[in-house]
């Protein structure tokens, strides 16, 4: 027979763990219900194929794809910047690096994820753009590359760590075979084990994307905040976080159909983040049979 | 022969490669830290500690700033805590096939992958709106609480996953309850894991900005918090707000506010990795 309190308490722990479903329920319910007020009035056709973005203005405008094209570039450069580095990274620390030296350098790399987003803002604007307008002509003092390079920098970790992981789970009877073959340490690395975990590798890549596609101050202070549909890394653009900011520093209504736009862009970056967390469960699955 | 030759001289270039690389990370980190303290170390004094915000720069300071921040910390640390450590409990002791604890475990991984930016949006409509708490640092903190929650639960449920089942048969073959197994035991043996990620957590929390811009968290705010129903601002919201200013002496101020809010982040993190190691070293099962 169990005794009440028991039961009590586990009924008490169980409450607490629900409190995270509540969270996602709450979020999707805020993100529908406010957008829902936005698409009522703006038709979903404008929204999505509308190429100028400008609530704020007295002629209003309400076309996401210079919200995703800003987005777009600066996770794409991003990205370009932290996956060679993050995987070389990875297969350096896990294949060549002995055991003292991993152990100095993993917790350098992780300083990196612990400092605030703000200050790798600061970092992009005071540092980077200027370095860069020394070289490239034309770079305006916001702009999309400079912010993308931070933030490259700073999803770093979440793509060394990850692939790392991934790389050491590779059975070691892989490497003993390749060797025994002849292949030097570099060939084995990049022939047997990087493919033998590349489907781990692929999942820090799609969380590093989640990640850049989220990241806010970065991007809200180095890349400008002007709707730019454009391709151009030199130019000023702005992200759907970074809207989501400007909106907010101001003074916008309750109700009012500029406040709506922030849920609007809301769920679509968080349709985006969904998605590819979810595929990254996915492959995390699939590929954990594999070796199982 | 000379492919050979050319096989290994590839290996060991790739050594320099991979040193470079993985030097890149860490000298950017040196040269941005050296490059904030040359130019915010001079900023700092006294003045700068216990002034209010002012429009202009050289009499501004954070008092507000991080004050708010302590605020914030105390707060979010008062809701996240309890509610994590629970929810970490259960899943690891009490829910392991039920189909609850399943859900629950699905809805954590993916909350934990939802940008700070849309935690704010939440934030925003629940406790600003809805609840009608306005942006104030009880409407900062439960948001923000809210953002920490998954990785208090992740982190409590690695910490006693570490405690050996020796120790709960031990616990029940005394007779003990399931409760009192969990509370005299296994809490006090995961204890130096758990504190690890909570102070991890809310080293999180101290550095997020989107959401409390989000909330409405001012930038501007002449008065030190009192109650939690205040209105109020943080150092990085600070930060953000001089950053956003065209004159240098505003960069200057960014910079030293910037350095505390590091120490700050830095000192909370060398605690966290203190104490795993030293939980590491005691703990020999």
């Given at each position: 027979m169990k005794r009440t309190g028991e039961v009590v308490i586990e009924k008490i722990l169980a409450l607490s763990g629900l409190i995270t479903v509540l969270t996602t329920a709450a979020i999707i319910w805020v993100l529908v219900s406010e957008s829902w007020g936005f698409f009522v009035t703006v038709p979903l056709s404008d929204f999505l194929f509308d190429t100028e973005w400008t609530?704020?203005?007295?002629q209003k405008r309400y076309g996401i794809l210079p919200l995703l094209s800003g987005t777009f570039l600066t996770t794409a450069i991003a990205i370009l910047t932290a996956v060679p580095l993050g995987i070389i990274i990875a297969v350096y620390l896990s294949e060549y690096a002995n055991h003292d030296l991993r152990k100095a350098l993993k917790p350098a790399l992780e300083v990196l994820a612990a400092v605030p987003t703000v200050v790798y803002g600061f970092f992009a604007l005071t540092v980077v753009t200027p370095f860069l307008q020394t070289f490239i002509p034309g770079l305006g003092s916001f702009n999309a590359l400079s912010a993308g390079i931070v933030m490259g920098i700073m999803i770093i970790p979440v793509i060394s760590s990850l692939s790392e992981d991934a790389l050491y789970a590779v059975p070691k009877s892989l490497r003993e075979a390749s060797y025994g073959m002849g292949a030097t340490k570099f060939q084995t690395s990049f022939k047997v084990i990087v493919p033998a975990a590349s489907s781990g590798i692929m999942v820090s890549v799609i969380l590093g994307i989640a990640r850049a596609i989220g990241e806010t101050m970065v991007v809200a202070i180095a890349a400008g905040q002007q709707p730019n549909l454009t391709l151009d890394p030199r130019e000023a653009v702005e992200t759907i976080t970074a809207y989501i900011v400007q909106v907010s520093l101001g003074d916008v209504e309750h109700g009012s159909i500029e406040y709506k736009t922030i849920f609007a862009a809301g769920i679509t970056l968080f349709v985006f983040t969904f998605l590819l967390n979810n595929l990254s469960f996915w492959l995390k699955q699939k590929y954990q049979e594999k070796y199982e | 022969m000379n492919k050979i030759r050319r096989n290994r001289l590839i290996d060991s270039a790739f050594k320099y490669v991979g040193v470079a690389c993985t030097g890149f990370g860490i000298i950017v980190l040196a040269i941005f830290l050296g490059d904030i303290l040359l130019k915010g170390i001079a900023r700092i004094d006294w003045d700068f500690l216990t002034n209010l915000p002012s429009r202009r720069a050289h009499r501004a300071g954070i008092l507000t700033a991080w004050t708010g921040t302590a605020w914030i910390l105390g707060l979010t640390a008062i809701i996240a805590i309890p509610l994590g450590v629970s929810a970490g409990i259960y899943l690891q002791e009490?829910?392991?096939?039920?189909r609850l604890a399943h859900i629950i475990e699905l809805n954590i991984a993916n909350l934990a992958g939802v940008p700070s930016i849309i935690y704010g949006l939440l934030g925003l409509q629940i406790?600003?709106?809805?609840?009608?708490?306005?942006?104030s640092l009880l409407a900062g903190a439960f948001t923000l609480a809210l953002l920490i929650l998954p990785i208090i639960i992740v982190a409590t449920r690695e910490a006693l996953k570490a405690v050996p089942n020796s120790l709960r048969e031990a616990s029940f073959g005394m007779g003990a309850t399931k409760w009192q197994t969990i509370w005299y035991q296994i809490l006090p043996a995961a204890s130096g894991g758990i504190l690890t990620g909570i102070i991890l957590a809310l080293s999180r929390a101290v550095g997020e900005t989107a959401p409390l811009i989000v909330i409405g968290a001012l930038a501007y705010v002449p008065f030190v918090a009192e109650t939690p129903m205040d209105e109020f601002t943080v150092l990085p919201i600070q930060i953000f707000n001089w950053v956003s200013r065209p004159q240098e002496a505003f960069l200057v101020n960014a910079a030293a506010a910037i350095i505390i809010l590091l120490a700050i982040t830095f000192v909370m993190n060398g605690i966290a990795v203190y104490l795993r190691n030293r939980w590491q070293k005691k703990v020999t099962w």
């Open positions: 609530p704020l203005f007295a | 009490y829910g392991k096939k039920n406790f600003v709106r809805m609840l009608d708490w306005g942006g």
